[in-house]
């Protein structure tokens, strides 16, 4: 009985030292797990900070590449347009070098007139003088022709349709554009009543430029004409313009070395001709106030220049 309850004694003593141990070691496994808790935390962070710099990082990648891709858009840009300029400035070299070419092959100036243009042309550089007097003598004109077409304007608006008369300045001239119905009865060069008091008012300010020549241009539309008086819209044309070339001479006193007569026919229509408020634009007399050619020699005459 004694050895029994010693051996339970022995055992109860084994289980309490066993159970002691084994909580030791429960506390150090559950120290080391918090402990790896805690590293796998501060890794976890760690890897998330990374990840975060990553994707910064990646932002920045891309915001660079997108800069990158408009520098290269903005320098083929700049490239094209260098280009472009380039070629433009080809292109106008070329227009200078032909303009340059037409005025020496200009055939309606008289050879002397065109010796005085190449040695106007030769001494140009050098020639401030020369080149601030024909600046000048534009602006004369300009101010001429535009103090002429307020006279013209002024006189033809009274009592006139706006529709029937226009008068406009273009580069050196002063014109008059005239519509058929006012001057002409219909499809012949017979001038009507009404359109003496408009060449009377035109004769008045022309007799009061004695410096000018007055061409006038007669116009038709395209629809053919043949009758006894006419062939074609050709002689319509020059006749109309003849009719009131012989009125301003006849009627009105100017002098006849002054006047031109031109016909041009249907061509050079300011309208289509394919309905009828066009051919009426069409048919029209145009009357040119313009400068004497001798005017304009004496302007590329070197010995113009100012001593």
Known sequence: MKNQIKNILFLSLILLLS?????????????ELEVANKDLNNSGQKISGILKQLD?????????AADLRAAESNLKLREEQIQDFKEQIGDIRVQR???????????????????????????LEGKDKYIHLLQQAK???????LALAINLKGVLNQGIADND?????????????????????????NITSRAHEVLGKIAKIVKS??????MIEGYTDN???????????WDLSVKRATSVVRA???????????????????????????????RSINRRTRIIILPKLDQFYDLLNPEMVPK
Not at 101 to 115: F, H, N, Y
Not at 209 to 214: C, I, L, N, S
Not at 249 to 276: C, K
């Open 19 to 31: 159970s002691c141990v084994g909580k030791k070691e429960y506390k150090a496994l559950q120290t």
């Open 97 to 123: 070098d032909k303009q340059v070419e037409q005025v020496g092959d200009l055939t309606v100036l008289s050879q002397s007139a065109s010796e005085n243009i190449k040695e106007t042309l030769s001494q």
């Open 56 to 64: 910064q990082c990646e932002t920045e990648k891309n915001n660079l």
């Open 165 to 189: 008369v226009e008068v406009k300045v273009d580069k050196t001239v002063v014109f008059i554009n005239l519509s058929d119905k006012m001057l002409f009865t219909s499809g012949s060069s």
């Open 223 to 233: 629809v053919p004409i043949k009758d006894s008086c006419n062939k074609d819209n």
């Open 248 to 278: 301003l001479q006849t009627n009105f006193g100017v002098d006849p070395n002054r006047l031109i007569a031109a016909g041009r026919g249907e061509y050079n229509a300011l309208a289509s001709n394919n309905d009828s408020a066009g």
């Open 209 to 214: 430029k004695p410096d000018m020549e007055v």
């Open 139 to 145: 602006t004369k004109a300009d101010s001429i022709n």
